[in-house]
């Protein structure tokens, strides 16, 4: 079958260090993927898209990696800060855009 | 640019009622979709269009109805409220993914519609 799964339901840093966040889906071959974040009452917010022939993209102080061998994504915030605090959701393009398929998110605590 | 409205923010149902959750784009993206997120689960697709006049189905569409009569408004019908419906519905536009390796393709989100169905 297929599924989404992000590494874990929580997580808790501290502020400076870097977070890293995993989104592994199996049975789905997506042409893209991308990661939004959410926070507490809002609706999500795009924040970095990757492509299924590259590696690795960087925006500011945000990386993310696509493995399509290990059908795995990872999702790095260096030098995190409390302002980082939100759910982080990852999504896969599953139809050119037409159809994503959200994974359940991961909240991330950034302890000052 | 509003970017995505929906109305209402909250609404309270009885069982059996029928409501509208209405949503509108001014950025004339031609996909618009409607999810519903509820506590573990993620957002899920509930229906999508790629053009006035285009719906189909996401992976919960049991119990909603849509229609796309214009490129800005696509409204989420509920024929028959039930408890299951209890969620938070939102609503998000994008532009296919054609163009330059610059393009991104991203979904932009409303604010949500929080549904309560007693």
Redesign the interface.
């Known amino acids: 079958s297929q599924k989404i799964e992000q590494n874990s339901e929580a997580l808790n840093i501290q502020e400076g260090k870097t977070a890293t966040l995993t989104c592994n889906y199996t049975n789905y071959s997506p042409a893209y993927l991308q990661w939004y974040r959410q926070d507490p009452g809002r609706g999500p917010v795009f924040l970095l898209l990757i492509r299924e022939n590259e590696k690795e993209k960087r925006k500011e102080r945000l990386k993310v990696t696509f493995d399509t061998t290990l059908k795995q994504s990872l999702f790095h915030i260096t030098a995190s800060q409390p302002a980082d605090s939100a759910t982080y959701l990852c999504a896969l393009d599953v139809n050119y855009g037409q159809n994503f398929v959200f994974g359940p998110g991961t909240r991330l605590s950034v302890l000052p | 640019n509003a970017g995505?409205t929906q109305t209402p923010k909250f609404q309270v149902l009885k069982t059996g009622q029928s409501m509208t959750l209405q949503c509108a784009q001014d950025m004339n993206h031609e996909?618009m979709?409607w999810?519903r997120q509820d506590p573990?689960?993620?957002?899920?697709?509930i229906h999508?269009s790629?053009g006035a006049g285009i719906t189909?189905q996401?992976?919960v569409p049991n119990g909603y109805n849509v229609s796309r009569s214009t490129t800005e408004d696509f409204p989420l019908r509920l024929l028959s409220a039930a408890p299951s419906q209890t969620s938070v519905y939102?609503c998000?536009s994008?532009?296919?993914?054609r163009g330059g390796a610059g393009r991104?393709?991203?979904?932009?989100?409303?604010?949500?519609t929080r549904l309560t169905v007693t």
């Open positions: 995505v996909y979709s999810y573990g689960m993620g957002l899920r697709l999508y790629v189909d996401g992976e939102f998000a994008s532009s296919p993914p991104t393709y991203e979904q932009y989100f409303g604010p949500g």
